[in-house]
């Protein structure tokens, strides 16, 4: 399947420091979108990184796409206990316009 | 402004009843439409989507079944529940900012069959 997955499944860490999550895919993508999910609610939008971009940037946020290793990064820099939540990478598929999820990283942001 | 809106917020429902969930979408035309289902600590499973009225395109075989009676209403439905149905329901458009675009989700339905 084109799902894609996140690693690590869970990442704790102290405010302040930054916060690093992957997500690797299967197959050829037109995009690849990063969301986050607080506990029990819907997902929100966070950045979008098209396949011929390579870095993008947004607030304390830079993603990373690296289509030849069929991976992507979410930073989180100066992290906040508000940043506590589910990250997800989501893909899609050539063809279409729907998007597949990973299993999501669970962050942790130690006051 | 453009929003959706999804009801109910948690359900508890007995195996064997039925099933509906309804999706709505505000500020748009012809959106595609699309249903999620998130078991407990998991990623999301696409059920459905749907790019126009009458048009619905499934992903994986199941219990399920989905509708799209009215160009911004999307419905999910069981004739019949089984205890795997259980989960978190997202129904979610495409929403366009420019160059780029994304998911915009409902606030989700939690169900529990029993």
């Known amino acids: 399947s084109q799902q894609g997955e996140e690693d690590p499944q869970a990442l704790s860490i102290q405010e302040g420091e930054n916060a690093t999550m992957n997500c690797s895919y299967k197959t050829s993508i037109n995009n690849l979108q990063w969301y986050r999910q607080n506990s029990g609610r819907g997902l929100v939008h966070l950045i979008l990184i098209r396949s011929n971009e390579r870095e993008k940037h947004s607030g304390r946020l830079r993603v990373t796409l690296d289509t030849s290793k069929k991976s992507s990064s979410l930073l989180i820099t100066a992290s906040r206990a508000a940043d506590t939540a589910s990250y997800f990478c989501?893909?899609?598929?050539?063809?279409?316009?729907?998007?597949?999820f990973g299993t999501g990283t669970s962050l942790t942001v130690i006051p | 402004s453009q929003t959706i809106h999804q009801w109910p917020a948690t359900l508890v429902q007995p195996v064997g009843s039925p099933l509906s969930l309804e999706c709505t979408v505000e500020?748009?035309?012809?959106?595609?439409l699309y249903w999620y289902r998130q078991a407990a600590g998991r990623g999301l499973q696409l059920l459905f989507y749907?790019?126009?009225?009458?048009?619905i395109s499934s992903e994986v075989p199941q219990n399920l079944s989905a509708s799209r009676p009215q160009d911004r209403q999307f419905i999910l439905s069981s004739k019949k529940l089984l205890l795997s149905d259980s989960g978190f329901y997202l129904c979610?458009?495409?929403?366009?900012?420019?160059?780029?675009?994304?998911?915009?989700f409902g606030s989700g339905t939690r169900l529990t069959v029993v």
């Open positions: 749907s790019v126009g009225i009458g048009q």
């Open positions: 500020g748009t035309s012809n959106p595609n």
């Open positions: 979610a458009w495409i929403t366009f900012r420019g160059v780029n675009y994304g998911y915009t």
């Open positions: 989501a893909t899609d598929a050539r063809a279409g316009n729907q998007f597949y």
